[in-house]
């Protein structure tokens, strides 16, 4: 049932949808239908004793498998992908009985020596090695070429790559690691050390035991030359801790200064306390994938580490956009949220994977309202919005947040839906529920659900329990529905009634996964002296509703807080436009300020409102807002009014300032940015001068990348703008001078920007080819993943050999489904 918040003064009116093909389509994307794996048998705890083989990349040792079986059975069966098994034991009171085993693909069949049943407790050794090509990683650090970092990586089944384990998400276990590495490596794990044992040959072994149940995929090794860092107790007993590459530690305290305070935060808005023995955070040089939240034990690519110097980005910098909601912090916090939503209560099936991440998203936008006000939730929110509505309108692709349809895991991780467009549909359950009933729901949803697996309907029930609320209108939208409503907004003041018309029109395709939406909407109505906020239920495709207004309105604002995950259109006079950039809520008036500059941009209203707002004393993203859009309008006015953003003290203003300097025209722009390049106190502006002068004008730009390429700032910023910036000019003669920043001492993202500007300078060079084919088979996992996308994109008929290797080789299907797809693009060139 739809209730109403408001009392609608007048009747609606409702219309025939006549306009809804004016949008083009979109789509689900296909896929092979997973759901929730079945299991056969219950596994109680895992231990594994394996010694690191650096020099060989390898492991050697034994796994415990301690177990009930769920049915009768008189074999088994685990996941193990390339594992040489050597042998496997019962574990009895009367000694151990050898038993019989055969790898079947990607399993091991196991004989048992009778029949069991449920009741029944087993304990099986298996003794094996393992060479992984994923799952675990030894990689070489690009700075200190002698040393070597092995970490583990276990999402979408990666760890059956190096364990012998029943690898979905639907099983939790207790879990205990014992590790030999050889002096000088320290090896971090889950849970407690219990011990560190020397042991002959310059080995030590460390002995790790995480007691509380989780899935496979949160099993963590580390292994290196670290630091340990201490940081305060959260509750004065909980115990944190950082690890970071050796001579780093200064800066581990920086990054990871607020995590005390951040593990309280998240235990008092849930009430429910940081479960875990300990956490620690580590930073390894070139980490696979930007971090991961292993139990009580979080990996972060070593770009984390920074002083208050550094800019906010946390993986590679972006000199794109202003703001990214992945700052460090962000990072850290998103990590340490999955603690409780994702470790503890854990998504069923990877279907229902915005129950880790979706969550873990919204909790670090919390963090951040928290920590900074709540203007930077909104702009994690408004930004979390413009990516994913980007993403839908280049990728013309929806998807429901629960989903089961994919082919390769990377899909279901999708960005802009399941962290982006999750992140923003829980803001607007928050703004359905209210505050109250929306964290006591969560709060109950975790305590039903801790240490175990949960789906969209465990948290339907959950919100039922506390609030007596059915949301399966909002669930059917919003988790088992895709896309997102576009909503054409206009009004019409009616003088002799005093009443405003106010008409909304739903206009987004009707296409499979995707009708009309039902939601609350918030309408801000200001007059002279009065404000006023109505809210009203919008579930047809038009609407209209009157509402009681005895003047002309000066504004009135849709969803200004901005709580939809919507399009709005709403074509208003300058006028309003201009009142509504310096009076309403922070959605509102970036919407205005975009509005004012698609549709007035040569009108001095325009300029003066934006000017305006970088004079007042506005939150800083609207000033960026402000500076960008500068670059929409182009004109020696909008010049004048760019001095004022270049002369901010926030850097992400003067930032913005540089990506809208891209714009103008060159004999305006490029000193300015040339100024900002040489004099700008921050990396990250100069950074982005630098790339911003590339695009600006071309053909004057490679001396000044040549001169500041290896000037030195955090992660090298500049270098990555410089290669970004060689790609921009696109002059086949740069090749040479961007190919050695392609090698293996450089980080993984300066070979990344390096690969593609070499690309984009000289898309044919045989050497480019020949280095493609080169990574696709041995380099760091992104710099890897790369290469096998690029040799698709540029149909590298030389790659074909180690495409299809990989295809059918990779532990990972990432990669296999990569290659295959890239396979295929160089055979349809033939
Ligand atoms: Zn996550």
Redesign the pocket.
Known sequence: MKSCLAILSAAMLLWPPAHLNTILAQRLPAGEFHSTRERAIDLLHYSADLKLNIAEKSVSGAAEVVFHPLRRADAISLDAIRLNIEAVQLKREEGAAELSFAPRGNSLLISLDRVYSPPDTLALLIRYSARPNAGMYFQTDPDHPERTWVYTYGEGGLHANWLPIYNDVNDKFSSEMRIAAPLPYTVISNGTLLGVETGGEGQRTFHWKQSLPHSNYLIALYAGEFEKGELPPAFGDIPLACWVPKGRLAEGAYAFRNTTRMVEFFSQRFDYRYPWEKYDQVAVPDYSIG???HTSVTGHRASVLRDASAPEDFGGPDFDYYYNVWTAEGTIS??L??HWF?DNATCKNLGSIWM??SF??YLQFLWDEESLGRETLLLDCQTALDRYLEYVEKERLIRPLEYHYFDKTSDIYNEEHT?LKGAIVLHCLRRVLGDEPFFKACSYFLRRGEFSNVDSRDFAAAIEAVTGRNLDWFFEDWIYGAGHPVFEISYSYLQDRQLLALKVKQVQPMVEGQGLFTLPVDVTLVTAGKTERRTFWVDEAAAEFFIECEQKPLMVSFDGAGNLVAEIRFEKSLEELAYQIAHDEFAGRIRAMREAARRFPGHPRTLAALSGVLSASAFWALKAEAALLLGQIRTSEAGKVMAKALQQPDYRVRKAAALGLAQFPPQFAAPLLKNLLERDSHSDVAAAALKALAKNRPAGAAPLIRKHINRSAWYREITIAGLEAFGEIGDAALAAEIRPYAGENYHQDIRIAALNAWKSCAPADPALHATLVDFAANAPYEVKLEAIQLLGQLRVRGGEAILKQIGEESGDVNFRVEAKKALQAIERAR
């Open positions: 971090a991961m939240e998103h990590e949220a999955h994702g880790n991440e873990a998203t962290y």
